[in-house]
């Protein structure tokens, strides 16, 4: 037995529908699944008696658009009457596909189980089917007073008819209901079976009640659900995706592949989910997978399936599209080309969802083809990327060389960038153009785009034509230039053009000199030359020159091998003491015969005339018998000068100091009087951590204490720097009491107080052979430092220089000074217990465990909490006793560790 099939719905003649419809004796009304009297024209799924918000709406609606039910002339259903055993047997008879078979059976045959003459023919076929058992049937006919075709069908009853007719075997195995031991146990398989096929549920109760009648909304529901069990009759079932929705009619491509199909869509029609939900028919939207009952080209009931739709995409290129024989062929990445088929139903839509036409896709447009799996044609096309075609002028704003690119204003004022094809013509006015390298900025061009990509530009206005040559004449506003060295040309000059020559301030025409190699810039569009540039001159640099001679035009000077060089002066040579402009005064103070200056110069013109009377640098070489010492300036350039025999020497925090405490490597700071070269002082560059204890902003003053806790008193002069942890300037007032802070000093003068960026965490990696030292903070960074430069270390009270006292794990702030020296503090560590956290005063207390002990202490803002293990942990996730380690510093915690 094997009844898992639909054959094609038989549509009723008049007379056999009439008959169909006839009520039995003492009937009011009349229903499709007894003899009628009376028809109804067309497909009815909505009855005044199933209300929307009816649990079986949606399996009454299915089954009437399938004409497995039918509602009642007065217009009812009657959801909540009782179904007899005929009408369940007309019902899966027709919900099988076997109708038009049982209509076209003998109906002479007698089958004794006292039925209605119309139900014979069916029940006959559900005999020959074996749906019903003639045995069984026969002995329950017999037994009872009502007619058998007129019992209500019980719960059991219809669970052995269903499962028959799906074909399926009675389950084993005991039911789980509470009442299983009412259930025949000629129904109990069939009973399990249908509860495993998800047709029937219990009650809320745990009990099945199989002898309760069921009703025609119950039936309705069981044989909606047994319906994705049947395979379907494509003369009333279509699945597949939804391509487009109109107003009155829906298409769609069956998921089976083949032609699209176009349904009719009415009042009538009705749109569900799976489940049953109610939805509205904007829900169809375009792919979306429903599965369509039909009658004569007419949707009735449309179900939103909701599984995921298995669609093939292909990428590419648009090579052709031929609309009139729907087809494209697509150029794949790899170049390749492949044609394509599309249904009569495909859609195109942008890359946001918008609704385009296929006339709107452009060869070279960035394409994607989407397809059923396991079909052929091409059913939606996306459009990733259009391409661009087009024919225009516009203004080169900018040219990528690497890239390939131009970006320019095109003849609608936006502002567009291409990339060029391989191959791309390029021309000015008609003349081919080498490279890229021969378009400008505010050049104007004829450009021709295909596919998005530039194929051809020609510059037919220049922003800019360069000329090179070299310098003959002026002559009005004509500049004569030879071109190659031998042909000369005249151009025109634009009233007041630009002048450029290295070294220069603010040259004019009158600085040209015959042999100056020029490149002359013309404007594109007037053809004059608005800018000179001689390309051939260069500033060079003299440093430590004797001034021999000096007059007002000119002066000589001897370089250090005695070599004399003659410069001119003019009203553009600049001259300069230690990087400022020299007034008058400072004129006739420091430049003068027998001394020694940089210049820069030009030809024979000087530029700048520097007087230097301050240096700094690092030491690099001292020379006490010849009295000289070298340094290393910040532009790397090496500087050797005398210093005089009674030169004073400053050290940051010593007393007297002397030519012994210059050592190599040190950064100095040395000063020159204003009529010698011989450095008159030498301030040694240190830095010191102290921690801050007051400030005195009127008097810009500092109190702060060393490592050791001596006092240390600083007075900042004007010039002195107060800086924070990012290098920016910051108020005096602004500096943290108690933290600490780097001072640099420049001999016995404070240059600079600044508040340092301090590495918390704890020490990761230590080795004092190669000098090394590793931090990692808490947020998981590793700071690595050196240790050559040496290092200071305090525990406590206790400094120490040996980077030995310090011990892999020591939780520690660290600091670096000017110079590169280390300063660390090192936490102290104490085992407490817990008893509580005030997060307004952000201060942990713990219990007292010996005279002596602080109970309570202030937080640091970035303070670490995790567990022994490394854990994340929070202060609130503390409790009362639990052991912690402590980590304090400057008598606060930096971390805190629960045992």
């Not at 109610?278 to 009658?295: E, F, M």
């Not at 936006?414 to 791309?424: E, K, M, Q, R």
């Not at 942990?844 to 002990?853: E, L, P, T």
Request: glycine fraction near 8%; proline fraction near 3%; avoid cysteine.
């Amino acid at each position: 037995m094997n009844h898992k099939i639909r054959k094609p719905f038989a549509v009723l003649t008049t007379v056999a529908l009439t008959a169909s419809l006839l009520l039995g004796t003492g009937a009011t009304a009349f229903a499709a699944e007894t003899p009628a009297t009376t028809t109804t024209a067309g497909v009815k799924l909505t009855f005044p008696d199933i209300v929307p918000t009816h649990w079986a709406k949606s399996h009454v609606a299915k089954l009437a658009s399938a004409g497995i039910v039918k509602g009642y002339t007065d217009g009812g259903f009657r959801p909540s009457q009782d179904v007899t055993q005929q009408e369940a047997i007309v019902m899966v008879i027709r919900m099988v596909g076997l109708e038009e078979e049982a209509l076209a059976g003998s109906g002479d045959i007698v089958t004794g189980f006292q039925e209605d003459a119309f139900f014979t023919k069916y029940v006959v076929k559900a005999l020959e089917e074996r749906i019903i058992d003639m045995s069984e049937e026969t002995a329950a006919a017999a037994s009872g007073t009502t007619p058998w075709g007129k019992r209500p069908a019980t719960r059991e009853w219809v669970s052995k008819l269903i499962v028959r007719a799906l074909g399926e075997q009675p389950a084993s195995g005991a039911l789980g209901f509470a009442d299983a031991s009412d259930v025949s146990a000629g129904a109990a398989g069939y009973v399990a079976k249908s509860q495993e096929l998800e047709l029937v549920t219990g009650f809320t109760d745990n009990t099945f009640k199989p002898k309760d009648a069921v009703t025609r909304a119950q039936i309705a529901t069981i044989l909606s659900r047994a319906d994705k069990y049947i395979p379907d009759d494509e003369s009333k079932y279509t699945s597949g995706l939804v391509t487009s929705l109109s107003g009155s009619s829906l298409v769609l491509q069956p998921a089976g592949g083949g032609a699209a199909r176009t349904f009719g869509l009415n009042a009538e029609t009705l749109v569900f989910d799976a489940e049953g939900g109610s939805l509205d028919r904007s829900a169809l939207t375009s792919l979306t997978p429903v599965r369509v009952i039909h009658q004569g080209g007419q949707a009735y009931y449309i179900e939103v399936t909701g599984g995921a739709v298995e669609l093939e995409s292909i990428d590419g290129e648009l090579e052709a599209l031929d609309i009139a024989s729907s087809s494209l062929v697509l150029r794949r990445s790899n170049g390749t080309l492949e044609q394509y088929d599309l249904t009569s139903t495909v859609t195109v839509t942008n890359a946001g969802g918008t609704g385009l036409s296929l006339s709107q896709l452009n060869k070279g447009s960035e394409i994607r083809l989407q397809r059923m799996a396991g079909t052929a044609e091409v059913s939606a096309i996306v459009l990733i990327e259009e391409a661009f075609n087009a024919k225009g002028t516009g203004i080169v704003q900018t040219v990528n060389a690497a890239a390939r690119t131009v970006t320019f204003t095109d003849d609608k004022g936006s502002i567009v960038t291409y990339p060029l094809v391989d191959g791309a013509t390029l021309t000015v006015k008609g003349q081919p153009l080498s490279d890229l390298s021969g378009i400008q900025s505010g050049d104007t061009i004829a450009y021709e785009i295909e596919d998005s990509e530039i194929v051809s530009i020609d510059i037919t206005v220049q922003k800019y034509v360069m000329k090179t040559g070299d310098f003959q004449v002026i002559a009005g506003d004509t500049i004569t230039i030879k071109v190659n060295s031998t042909t000369p040309e005249a151009f025109i000059m634009r009233p007041n053009a630009a002048v450029s020559i290295e070294g220069l301030t603010n040259p004019t025409i009158s600085d040209l000199q015959v042999g100056d190699v020029v490149q002359l810039r013309l404007s594109g569009a007037t053809n004059q030359v608005d800018q000179i540039t001689v390309t051939n001159r260069n500033v060079t640099k003299l440093q430590n020159v004797t001034i021999d001679t000096l007059q007002a035009e000119y002066m000589i000077v001897r370089d250090a091998k005695n070599a004399v060089h003659f410069y001119k002066i003019t009203d553009r040579s600049l001259f300069v003491l230690d990087g400022t402009a020299m007034t008058e005064q400072m004129f006739k103070t420091y430049v003068a015969a027998g001394r020694k200056v940089d210049l820069s110069v030009t030809s024979d013109q000087l530029v700048r005339l520097d007087v230097v009377t301050k240096v700094s640098g690092t030491v690099s070489a001292v020379n006490t018998t010849a009295r000289t010492i070298t340094v290393t300036t910040a532009d790397n350039g090496s500087t050797t000068l005398p210093f005089a025999q009674y030169a004073v020497v400053e050290v940051p925090q010593q007393s007297s100091a002397g030519f012994a405490d210059v050592t190599v490597g040190a950064k100095v700071h040395m000063s020159m009087g204003y009529n010698t070269n011989e450095v008159q002082m030498i301030q040694v560059e240190k830095s010191f951590v102290y921690t801050l204890n007051s400030v005195t902003a009127a008097t810009r003053t500092v109190s702060a204490k060393d490592a050791k806790g001596s006092s240390v008193s600083l007075a900042l002069d004007s010039e002195a720097k107060v800086l924070g942890r990012d290098g920016q300037a910051i108020a005096l007032a602004s500096l943290t009491v108690g933290q600490p802070i780097v001072v640099n000093y420049a001999g016995r003068r404070v240059v600079s107080v600044q508040e340092p960026a301090a590495v918390v965490g704890k020490v990761s990696t230590l080795d004092t052979t190669a000098g090394k030292l590793s931090v990692t903070d808490y947020n998981g960074n590793v700071k690595n430092y050196s240790l050559t430069g040496g290092i200071s270390i305090q525990k406590g009270t206790t400094v120490s220089t040996s980077a030995s006292s310090l011990q892999l794990n020591d939780r520690v702030s660290l600091i670096v000074d000017a110079q590169g020296k280390p300063y660390v503090y090192v936490a102290q560590a104490e085992t407490r217990k817990f008893s509580g956290y005030d997060a307004a005063k952000n201060e942990v207390s713990f219990k007292i465990a010996r005279v002596g002990d602080q109970s309570k202490y202030t937080v640091e803002p970035n303070v670490k909490v995790t567990t022994a293990a490394g854990a994340s942990m929070t202060m609130n996730q503390l409790k009362e006793n639990d052991t912690v380690v402590v980590y304090l510093m400057n008598g606060k915690i930096v971390e805190l560790v629960k045992q």
